[in-house]
């Protein structure tokens, strides 16, 4: 599929002053923000601040109730969502159950009263960026929940939108599926150029694909940062270790570090060798060992700083910790991620 | 699930059913039968009231005007119905309530007291002329009763929130967000309802109209009170057999008669919208 119209494809979104008051209740206020052309922009935050709210007021669902959305400049107060030409992907697929893939696909073409021909072709180009080619004449309820999402996806895009809104568009997907949809979203972003605005509670996943990432609470952008930057840490029991900043961080900032328990390895050879010079490590005693299958699940005691739980495949040949033992764990800076934490 | 097991499933299954069942067998299925075999038996087996129905024109003629008002009214309750069950699912769940109320409301009185209560506003002298005459949209009061006018306007009265309730309950049942959907997709109101919403409501009109048209068949009262000599629905035909010419063999024929046709169009019409999948709650 080609790149949507303009050298840069995408738009830029700027949100200028934008709030939304439902009676007493202010849900989204004074958010401001300028979002690049072909940018992937993440709103990450928890339910209830105000995120999708911020979202569906771009889309045009929701009208403000001060501030608005310029679109390239071009201010979109007023204009119902039909004809702001955004795309579109719900979290609840929101694909229409009456059609087939085809005309799901075709649905925006149509509408827009486009040559037989030319949608044809687009219907066909779009179901190849999603990976559905031969999809076309099933009917939704005969696909899994991913598939659906696809065919959601490629309907969001076939009528090439300089803008693409999601809201939690993943959340209904298993964590394995989701991991691979995020990563082949941010591909087909960057092929088309086109600017996305994600809405996410999951910082994991905004981490994986933003450009930039805005951390909304309480209906206000908290702060808004580029994921990445290395930094040092140390915990109040003296561990040192590095990380990632997940948004802007500043020095002497407080924060809280995250690291997937999946990332930890014991620090024996093959460990260490896998992960290279700069590995972060930490020195724990093993206080249980539950076994659980194809592996043992250990909850390691970390003196003052606590404890964590990991687990470890049972390979041939490996000689599993017993309980009691001193156990180093290491784990690379990169699954690292730091969070800023509000001084108390 | 074990042969066994899934026949001891069945079985309790079936016990469930039995009381209905039974009920059924006794107050519907044998009935039935009695009626069946009084139209066609005569000191021997014979077709002949059936012969008879099918040559006199006059019978032809009810049965005519029978299914013609049904579609008639059929219709006027979907252009009614449809767009109040629009409204009801679009209103906030409290005021979809209250209308729900207002709509069932007629159902808590007698259909004869609300029969006479239209007598009394469409008569000559009515309400419904008076006003009429009042805003000079007529000179003469218009003939609204003992015709098929009459007769068209209580059904539909009566037979409204049949056609409401079955198309409400499948636009319930229709994602919003689906709509929601079209219009990001580009869709005007009008094209997000003629492509999206309006083919995902059709189980509703389907069976909607289906209901609404079987119970018309049937119906007796409306017809009676409020129509002329010459609207005379099958239904008024039988009674008359029963009551008065005291001919039951002839009017068991007649309901037979009612029973197939409605049979044959369930069938035609199941055919043309697949009924299952409209009871399976897909379009």
Redesign the interface.
């Known amino acids: 599929m080609a790149p949507a119209e303009g050298l840069d494809g995408g738009a830029e979104v700027r949100l200028q002053a934008l709030t939304k008051a439902f009676g007493p209740v202010v849900a989204v206020c004074d958010v401001s923000v300028t979002i690049d052309r072909g940018s992937f922009f993440t709103l990450l935050g928890p339910s209830g601040s105000g995120k999708t709210t911020t979202l569906m007021m771009v889309?045009?669902?929701t009208y403000p109730t001060s501030g608005d959305v310029f679109v390239d400049g071009k201010p979109m107060a007023g204009l119902?969502?039909?004809k702001r030409?955004?795309?579109?992907v719900?979290q609840?697929y929101?694909?229409?159950?009456?059609l087939t893939v085809y005309d799901n696909v075709a649905?925006?073409l149509q509408?827009?009263k486009r040559p037989r021909l030319e949608i044809v072709h687009r219907v066909a180009e779009a179901l190849a960026l999603v990976r559905l080619t031969g999809y076309e004449r099933r009917l939704p309820?005969q696909l899994s929940g991913g598939e659906q999402q696809r065919v959601?996806l490629a309907?969001?895009l076939v009528?090439r939108p300089r803008v693409l809104?999601m809201d939690e568009p993943l959340g209904a997907l298993d964590k394995k599926l989701r991991a691979h949809m995020q990563l082949e979203l941010k591909h087909i972003q960057q092929r088309l150029h086109v600017t996305v605005m994600y809405v996410t509670h999951d910082q994991e996943e905004a981490l994986t694909m933003s450009d930039r990432v805005a951390v909304m609470q309480g209906g206000r952008i908290e702060q808004v940062g580029t994921p990445g930057g290395h930094w040092r840490c140390r915990t109040a029991g003296g561990l040192e270790f590095s990380g990632m900043g997940a948004a802007a961080l500043a020095a002497g900032q407080l924060v809280t570090a995250a690291v997937r328990p999946e990332k930890l390895v014991p620090a024996d050879d093959a460990g260490v060798a896998a992960l290279g010079a700069g590995a972060n490590t930490c020195k724990g005693l093993v206080e249980e060992a539950i076994y659980v299958g194809d592996a043992t699940r250990y909850r390691v005691g970390l003196g003052t700083d606590g404890g964590l739980v990991i687990k470890m495949s049972n390979r041939v040949g490996a000689r599993p910790p017993s309980t009691g033992a001193a156990l180093t764990l290491a784990w690379s800076p990169e699954d690292t991620r730091l969070f800023p934490r509000p001084s108390p | 699930m074990t042969a066994l097991e899934e026949r001891r499933d069945r079985l309790r299954h079936l016990l469930a059913l039995a009381p209905a069942l039974i009920v059924l067998a006794a107050l519907f299925a044998y009935p039935l039968l009695g009626i069946v075999m009084r139209s066609v038996y005569k000191s021997g087996y014979t077709l002949d009231l059936y012969r008879q129905i099918f040559r006199v024109p006059v019978y032809l003629q009810v049965l005519g005007a029978t299914f013609k008002v049904s579609a008639i009214v059929t219709l006027v309750c979907l252009l009614l119905g449809y767009p109040l069950a629009y409204v009801l699912v679009t209103r906030r769940p409290r005021t979809a309530q209250l209308l729900m109320i207002i709509i069932v409301l007629p159902f808590f009185t007698s259909i004869i007291v609300r029969t006479y209560a239209w007598m009394v506003l469409l008569g000559r002298n009515g309400i419904v002329n008076q006003y009429l005459m009042a805003l000079h949209l007529t000179d003469a009061p218009l003939p609204l009763l003992y015709n098929q006018a009459g007769v068209v306007i209580g059904m539909t009265y009566v037979l409204l929130p049949y056609m409401v309730l079955t198309v409400y309950s499948v636009m319930r049942g229709i994602?919003p967000?689906?709509v929601?959907?079209?219009?990001?997709?580009?869709?005007?109101r009008l094209?997000?309802f003629r492509?999206?919403f309006l083919?995902?409501s059709l189980p509703g009109i389907a069976g909607g109209t289906l209901l609404v048209f079987i119970l018309s068949l049937g119906f007796f009262i409306t017809p009676a009170l409020m129509g002329g000599p010459g609207d005379m629905m099958i239904a008024m035909l039988i009674e008359r057999e029963v009551e008065i010419t005291l001919n039951w063999a002839f009017a068991s024929a007649l309901a037979v008669v009612l029973l197939a046709l409605t049979l044959v169009g369930f069938v035609g019409y199941n055919h043309i919208v697949r009924l299952e999948r409209v009871f399976e709650g897909?379009?």
């Open positions: 889309a045009g669902f119902p969502p039909q030409d955004l795309g579109m719900f609840s929101a694909v229409f159950p009456h649905f925006p509408i827009r309820r959601a309907r969001a009528f809104l | 994602d967000g689906l929601r959907a079209a219009h990001s997709l580009g869709a005007s094209q997000a492509r999206v083919p995902l897909r379009g």
